[in-house]
């Protein structure tokens, strides 16, 4: 059996001046602006024909909050997809929260660099399937990685980041992916700094290299600018999913039309 590429679309949420939570887009996980109702948005995007759904509270982990758990449960209620929810989640009593509110996995990126315990406890507690091990990704030109590749003629590792990109951690994401892997995670999902709302196609050295790494299927994040960039990411990069959001957020491609590109290009997807 060939298993289909999953097409998903990512709403980053946060609070608006008013408290109220706001979809916001921008480049680099910087100049953030605002895109639109979460709720909303979910409900066009589950009509829309996505195959999953992602949430992420972008700023939980830095201001040391919880992840907005209302907020969750009324996209839940709009989604008959997979949700993935990720955002401040520290404890196994946050992933049973975030699950409870309506979540079907849950995605993790700071709390596990932290006490990388916490993927062994989640996997054991609530199965493999339910825990995602988010990295957000920074490219380094320096001698401190363990893993290089070669980008435009210069060597290059790649450093995991935590609190929303705000803070290096030194730890090569590679060691890391494959650190998580052995833990118990059932899925990484890769996002880099670099490509991050730039619409210039999506880190393909990054997702390459984790691909290569690890069996656990890895979704491809960032820099999406078009069916183009997740066909390559899939046909070049070995991703299992291709996360994309300002190209969907703002219709400058339907999520049928980009499975219609990959659907006639000989990537199988589910339509």
Known sequence: MVLTKRVIPCIDVDLDEDGNPAVYTGVNFEDLKYTGDPVEMARAYNRAGADEFVFLDITASAEGRETMLDVVERVADQVFIPLTVGGGIRTTGDIKETLRAGADKVSITTGALERPELVNEGARAFGSQCIVISVDARRRFDEGGEHYVEIDGESCWFECTKKGGREGTGIDVLEWAAEAEAR??????????????????????????????????????????????????????????GLAASIFHFDEYSIEETKAYLDEHGVPVRR
């Open 184 to 241: 118990g995670a059932g899925e990484l999902f890769v996002n880099s700094i670099d490509k991050d709302g730039t619409k210039d196609g999506y880190d393909l050295p990054l997702t390459k290299a984790v691909s290569e790494t690890v069996d656990t299927p890895v979704i491809a994040s960032s820099g999406c600018g078009g069916p183009e960039d997740m066909y390559d990411v899939f046909t070049e990069a070995g991703a299992d999913a």
